[in-house]
């Protein structure tokens, strides 16, 4: 019995051990030292994070993987390029950036939403369309329009030489580059030391709480669950650092961008906050059974549209903090896989289309980008040869989609058989 | 003063497409009263209940006729949330429940209780945090209003079929300004016991003056627990009675109707053999939402048998699963030899041949032409019209073409050749084709469902006519399934009821309407003994 649950455990997390499996390989062959790897590592996850964040709402409601986030990020990046335009940086120009491109997002959300409810149940395959189109438009206005009479571009030096279209490459400007990221850092072996400390305190004042509240100790431990097992990976990771040395080094100069870690932190505390409202509730609901949630008198076509906008408005943030990071934009580029990213990530991470949790981000984020820069490398040093590490990325970022979406399948085959065979035998009786 | 109906319907009329489903009801209930809705499958049931919650499928179609008066007010209800909003709920044939919920959300459904937060003020209700706790005491509340013992924390999928059927009573109960009750087959899918459990709780809760409006095709709990009677056949009101001054047998005679009036085109009493072409033993089959279970049934050479039954009571399962087309348990036997069920194509070598009631689905390639869709199974069976050069097999065009030909005008299907697509036929043409092809195969045993589905008068009478035809010249033993009792009455020479997944009796065609009805609701006690021919065995 023993080994059969074992079995099971390993089955129904198939995917994300098989991504460990393979991050492990990649990375040993990569041929990097452990500094690189985790300084690289630590601006990915704060890069891409928010980004794989805004994928959940629509899983939740039954919609799949929302592949059009690219319209969300390109809102986001319309944007960014507007205050570039206009020479407005710092603080005031982020926020009527995230302004502009959440007024916008909300725009693009609603219209895929509406294109989603006409396409129930091809609700992937749509977004992937609809992200083609976006693509398409963005080019008309910033490649054909900027710089016209229509769309005036007031700065010239992003404009390309003969005065239409915008430059290829957008360099922002002093206010705009790192600004989240420059505002407070910290070494990750002081984060996590203060994260040991933070979260251990957290944990004794839920588990006084809970005691307070009348339970005995040891459901007062087992109520306060989450708080410890937060609190023992932080604990966990902390004495790794601290005691393999390589990692110290590594440890020691990495840096933290810790208010980009504030933000990423603010769009999680949101996301929960809203699956425990009224809204959150209608949107499950709708994602279990729509015929259920349309005959209880929930607005299903409604829903699914709010769920959209939220989703598309967070991947207007992401790609905001993703820019930002940067430093440029490739204008017409940068946008573009942006959905297939982060729908890989969130797939290795062990979510399904049908369900993905915080945790299934982080998780999926961590190995997806792993991957993504130690694959070409591993690639490189086993063959020599700078296009097959090249081909590995590529294999990458669609293999994995591929991969992760049979492997979810093959996870679901005897469930079906299962229930066959129960059915048969009440047929039997 | 209150008023003496709670609710009145007066005159509803409706047609689609220029088809009358309903004509000149009226409906009245008083408070706390149980009123029992009785009809065979497409008597207007349903389309009566979707007037009264204002589903979309009716305004949608050009409305309805006649006046609804709720509480003694005329009312306009143009969407269930107007019904909602009156105090008019339902319990659905199928849960309305969320299996990964648990019970308090279940019946709180999309009315949770909320807790206030400052989002929440700002920008609406939605933003509300739920208030589970508050959710599952009141949940416990209806719960121990109903006579339940149960956790409102638990999760709805966990708990047997019998206890669903409850959290929906619940939920409507819940709802403060409730005032009729519609249960739509509540007791399909309950045991007898269960379903008497729940039935008294149902009389339990009108005694509170909440009335309900039960549709069901179990005519005992009619008897037992309604108040008053309301049948409706072919979308016309044919009898409303007070349950005592009605019986059973009366009841199941004005649902099917009064007068046998059917043109047989078959002798009367035709003698057989005591020759089976097929004999079923304990065959089951699980096809989905038409489950058959152990089944014993015999077929004599030569004759046509029908097969009656009320929707996804399992009728429409016996032809599929001799076929091999849903997993099914027991024995077959063709001719008195055994036969392998799941092995379909060798089922087709022995002579069987299955015209299937998803025509468009199972029956047709509908962007093939006619004359593919006449020969394919033949093709692929017996390798006919397929013609040998240098050894190498190719189709036979001219021979399928003849054949296509012949069939056309023998079955008038009106079509402008034989390469016409068969997806641009009416539905009848469609089936007209069906059964060519099973003609084609020249088969000794042919299972038809539903064969007079959704078409006109005209093909109806064609395509019974050429059952008649093949069975009378070429001896081919026939196996009709349909929902047109009368149709089958006009044809067969016996006819199996099947009723709650088993077969549960065997009639003539001559028996009493009364008796037909009374198998189909699954009463099997049919007073006299001796001349109904029993299942024998």
Redesign the interface.
């Known amino acids: 019995m023993k080994a059969d649950k074992f079995l099971a455990v390993l089955k129904s997390n198939a995917v994300t051990i098989f991504f460990i499996i393979l991050c492990i390989f990649s990375t040993a062959f990569s041929g990097q030292s452990a500094t690189f790897i985790v300084q690289e590592l630590v601006s990915r996850l704060c890069r891409n994070s928010v980004l794989i964040l805004s994928l959940l709402m629509p899983v939740l409601c039954g919609m799949g993987l929302n592949f059009s986030i690219v319209l969300g990020a390109a809102a986001g990046q319309i944007g960014l390029i507007l205050i570039t335009n206009w020479g407005i940086g710092g603080f005031t120009g982020m926020l009527i950036c995230i302004l502009i491109a959440t007024i916008i997002s909300v725009l693009f959300g609603i219209f895929s939403g509406f294109l989603f409810n006409k396409t129930v149940g091809q609700e992937m395959i749509t977004g992937i369309i609809v992200g083609y189109f976006a693509k398409g438009f963005f080019d008309l206005i910033f490649l054909i329009l900027a710089g016209t009479k229509i769309f005036p571009i007031g700065n010239p030096e992003l404009l390309l030489a003969g005065g239409v279209g915008l430059k290829n490459t957008i360099v922002f400007g002093e206010g705009v580059r790192y600004v989240f990221d420059d505002v407070f850092k910290l070494s990750l072996i002081n984060c996590l030391l203060y994260g040991v400390y933070i979260t251990l305190a957290i944990t004794i004042v839920v588990i006084l709480i809970h005691k307070i509240k009348g339970n005995k100790w040891k459901d007062a431990l087992i109520k306060s669950k989450t708080m410890i097992i937060v609190f023992s990976c932080f604990l966990i990771c902390f004495l790794l650092v601290f005691l393999i040395p390589s990692l110290f080094t590594a440890g020691l100069r990495t840096d933290v961008p810790l208010f980009t870690v504030l933000l990423i932190a603010v769009v999680c505390l949101l996301n929960e906050?809203?699956c425990?409202?009224?809204?959150g509730?209608?949107i499950r609901?709708c994602g279990?059974?729509m015929?259920?949630?349309s005959?209880?008198?929930?607005k299903v076509g409604q829903t699914r549209i709010i769920a959209t906008v939220i989703s598309t408005i967070i991947a207007a943030w992401g790609q905001i903090i993703f820019l930002q990071n940067m430093g440029l934009v490739n204008t017409y580029t940068s946008h573009e896989q942006v959905g297939t990213y982060a729908v890989a990530a969130l797939l290795v991470g062990g979510a399904s289309i049908h369900k993905a949790t915080i945790k299934q981000v982080f998780v999926g984020a961590v190995l997806f980008h792993l991957l993504f820069f130690t694959m070409p490398l591993a690639g490189f040093n086993l063959f020599n040869d700078s296009q097959i590490g090249e081909y590995f990325r590529v294999f990458v970022s669609y293999g994995v989609i591929a991969i992760s979406l049979a492997l979810h399948a093959w996870e679901n085959l005897p469930k079906v058989k299962a229930k066959?065979k129960i059915?048969?035998d009440v047929?039997?009786n | 003063m209150e008023p003496k109906y709670i609710l009145e319907m007066h005159g509803i009329c409706k047609e689609y497409s220029g088809n009358p489903v309903l004509k000149n009801v009226d409906l009245r209930i008083r408070p706390g009263e149980i009123l029992a809705l009785v009809g065979e499958n497409g008597a207007g049931k349903s389309t009566l209940m979707n007037i009264l919650f204002g589903m979309s499928v009716i305004h949608s179609t050009g409305g309805f006729k006649g006046e609804v008066l709720f509480n003694g007010e005329p009312v306009r209800i143009s969407s269930p949330l107007d019904a909602m909003k009156c105090g008019i709920g339902m319990v659905h044939q199928e849960f309305m429940l969320i299996n990964g919920y648990e019970i308090s959300e279940n019946i709180k459904l999309n009315r949770e209780n909320l807790k206030k937060n400052i989002l929440q003020k700002i920008l609406g209700n939605k933003l509300g945090i739920l208030d589970r706790s508050q959710m599952r005491s009141e949940s416990l509340a209806v719960l121990n209003e109903l006579g339940l013992q149960l956790e409102p924390s638990t999760i709805t999928g966990t708990l047997p079929v019998g206890l669903k059927q409850f959290i929906e009573i619940a939920r409507e109960l819940d709802k403060k300004n409730i005032k009729l009750i519609v249960l739509d087959e509540p007791t399909a899918v309950l045991t007898e016991n269960e379903a008497e459990k729940f039935l008294n709780c149902v009389k339990e809760v009108s005694r509170k003056g909440i009335s309900f409006i039960f549709i069901t095709h179990r005519l005992k709990e009619v008897k037992a627990y309604a108040d008053s009677i309301v049948i409706l056949r072919d979308g016309e009101l044919v009898g409303d009675y007070s349950t005592e001054s009605i019986s059973i047998e009366r009841i199941s005679e004005l649902m099917i109707g009064r007068t046998v009036n059917f043109d047989r085109s078959v002798d009367n009493d035709r003698k057989f053999s005591e020759d089976y072409e097929l004999e079923l033993k304990n065959f089951s089959v699980n096809m989905p939402g038409e489950i058959l279970k152990n089944a014993n049934l015999k077929i004599r050479k030569g004759e046509i048998l029908g097969i009656a039954g009320l929707a996804g009571h399992g009728k429409a399962a016996i032809a599929n699963g001799i076929m091999g087309l849903y997993p099914s348990m027991g024995d077959i036997f063709l001719k008195g030899k055994k036969i392998d069920e799941t092995d379909t194509l060798q089922t087709l070598l022995d002579g069987v041949a299955f015209v299937s009631e998803d025509r468009r689905g199972v029956g047709l390639l509908l962007h093939e032409s006619i004359e593919t869709n006449v020969v394919i199974s033949s093709l692929r069976v017996y390798n006919k019209f397929l013609r040998r050069i240098l050894g190498i097999k190719f189709y036979d065009r001219k021979a399928a073409k003849n054949f296509t030909e012949e069939m056309i005008k023998r079955f008038d299907i009106r079509c402008t050749g034989p390469s016409q697509e068969v997806g641009r036929l009416s539905g009848g043409n469609q089936q007209k084709v069906c059964m060519a092809r099973a003609i084609a195969l020249h088969p000794e045993l042919l299972l038809v469902s539903e064969p007079t589905r959704g078409i006109d008068v005209g093909a109806k009478k064609r395509i019974l006519d050429e059952l008649v035809e093949m069975n009378t010249r070429e001896g081919t033993t026939i196996i009709v399934t349909s929902s047109e009792l009368a149709e089958l009455r006009s044809i067969c020479d016996r006819i199996a009821i099947v009723s709650g997944g088993e077969v549960v009796g065997i009639l003539s065609p001559f028996d009493d309407s009364y008796k037909f009805g009374l198998l189909m609701s699954g009463i099997t006690d049919l007073g006299e003994k001796g001349e109904s021919d029993e299942i024998r065995d």
Do not use: H, N
């Open positions: 906050f809203l425990k409202t009224k809204l509730q209608d609901t279990l059974d015929q259920v949630a005959a209880s008198g929930i066959k059915k048969s047929v039997a």
